[in-house]
Nanobody, 127 residues
Framework: QVQLVESGGGLVQPGESLTLSCAVS?????????MGWFRQAPGKEREFVAR????????YYAHSVTGRFTISRDNAKRSIYLQMNSLKPEDTAVYYC???????????????????WGQGTQVTVSS
């Protein structure tokens, strides 16, 4: 059984920053090729935010967050992070982390191609 636990969500004002964390319960993350962050706002579909590969650390971002968000990993802590800067009200959503096998690039943004998911953490950006 694999468990992913997100943390770090909260209420912030526009322009502020927040860092999300996702811890993987499995002893070794080497079985997972990559991990991603997704988000889902009320009434909207789950959308891709960022992806990182455990080996090599290659990163990929949605256009809407490029330049503002940074995904990173810590293999020893079996964790990934999402540093979110210059937050906007439209970033408000529940943020999820998920594991992934190797995928074609065209599938990086497809939630149904990811395997294990966390329970999500709420991020609210409001003045």
């Amino acid at each position: 059984q694999v468990q992913l636990v997100e943390s770090g969500g909260g209420l912030v004002q526009p322009g502020e920053s927040l860092t999300l964390s996702c811890a993987v319960s499995r002893r070794s993350v080497s079985n997972f090729y990559a991990m991603g962050w997704f988000r889902q706002a009320p009434g909207k579909e789950r959308e891709f935010v960022a992806r990182i590969h455990w080996a090599g650390g290659n990163t990929y971002y949605a256009h809407s967050v490029t330049g503002r968000f940074t995904i990173s990993r810590d293999n020893a802590k079996r964790s990934i992070y999402l540093q979110m800067n210059s937050l906007k009200p439209e970033d408000t959503a529940v943020y999820y982390c998920a594991t992934s096998t190797p995928l074609p690039t065209s599938d990086y943004n497809k939630p149904n191609r990811y395997d294990y998911w966390g329970q999500g953490t709420q991020v609210t950006v409001s003045s």
